[in-house]
């Protein structure tokens, strides 16, 4: 059987073809472009050398267009660069290649987990989504500093400075009103603070700069809930093929979002959920510790109750 090692470069691919069954001849040694066409060129090769199995190395992402190229053709390893390691001062890549091979062979490779197609799709989405929640925390947080600056203290009247609540408070305040006692008027009547500690907690002194920075900060948090949405759809559409799993794996203790099967017998469609274990359900409802643990379903958000 005949294998190939590829060496995967940004712009380079370093291939060397070894014969399994005579070890000691010596390889056939190419070098491609990684262009399209080239890629194609470079397929074919491996094809006309009648190869089966291919290992490479990359460590950066230029795998993934080799890998999406061979995958329908031939069997397939991804392994990790650490353990492909070159002695110290023989660094040489079409040699690297070649000890990937060899190391394959003696089982020596650390080699990663590659899904398939179908769940590349899920995973590329999930952790597009998982950046989006990374961001909107981190843009929370520099809310909270340019509130500090200002000598509000919302955050001590409000449980949650993005709520409802919250979020009307923030767009008076970038809008010009520094009114305290009309921002207060704006917080609802279930927050767990009276109306002169909400008065008091929105006396400050608000710059023209504090204005527009917050102004752009709003914006930019309507984008990401936005595109958080989108994702949202986007991955109840990925996984609709694959409703009744959906549905019993939201019925399994645990996962966070076990409201799923009632609201399936309500008449919602099994696609429009998403399972994590952190309970977020497909819509953007949040469920709290204390709830998940109940087993009590997900406050709605601000989209459903509209």
């Not at 031939?74 to 492909?84: E, I, K």
Request: aromatic residues 4%.
């Amino acid at each position: 059987m005949k294998m190939a090692g590829i060496d995967v470069h940004k712009k380079v691919l370093m291939v060397v073809v070894v014969d399994t069954s005579a070890l000691q001849e010596k390889p056939a040694r190419r070098r491609f472009v990684t262009l399209p066409s080239e890629l194609q060129r470079f397929r074919i090769w491996l094809q006309e050398q009648g190869v089966e199995e291919a290992v490479m190395e990359s460590t950066a992402q230029y795998w993934r267009s080799v890998w999406l190229e061979l995958e329908p053709h031939m069997r397939l390893h991804l392994a990790q660069a650490f353990s492909n390691r070159a002695p110290r001062g023989r660094k040489h890549d079409f040699k690297d290649a070649e000890r990937l091979v060899r190391r394959l062979i003696a089982d020596e490779l650390i080699l990663s987990f590659v899904p398939n197609g179908e769940q590349r799709i899920w995973r590329s989405l999930t952790r597009m989504k998982v950046q989006l929640t990374r961001d909107r925390v981190r843009l929370q947080n520099q809310m909270e500093c340019l509130l500090e600056e200002m000598r509000i203290k919302l955050s001590i009247v409000v449980s949650n400075l993005l709520g409802a609540s919250g979020l009307r408070i923030l767009h008076a305040l970038a809008q010009g009103e520094t009114d305290p006692k009309k921002l207060a008027e704006l917080g609802d009547e279930r927050l767990h603070c009276t109306e002169e500690q909400l008065v008091d907690a929105l006396t400050g002194r608000v710059q023209p700069m504090h204005r527009g920075m917050l102004a752009l900060q709003l914006q930019r948090l309507q984008l990401i809930d936005q595109q958080m949405a989108q994702l949202n759809h986007m991955i109840a559409q990925a996984m609709k093929s694959h409703q009744d799993a959906v549905i019993r794996l939201a019925e399994v203790p645990g996962l966070g979002v076990g409201f799923s099967a009632t609201d399936h017998r309500r008449g919602r469609g099994a696609g429009q959920y998403i399972l994590f274990g952190g309970g977020v359900d497909g819509l953007g409802g949040n469920m709290s510790w204390q709830r998940r643990k109940r087993g009590a379903e997900p406050k709605q958000s601000l989209r459903e109750r509209q």
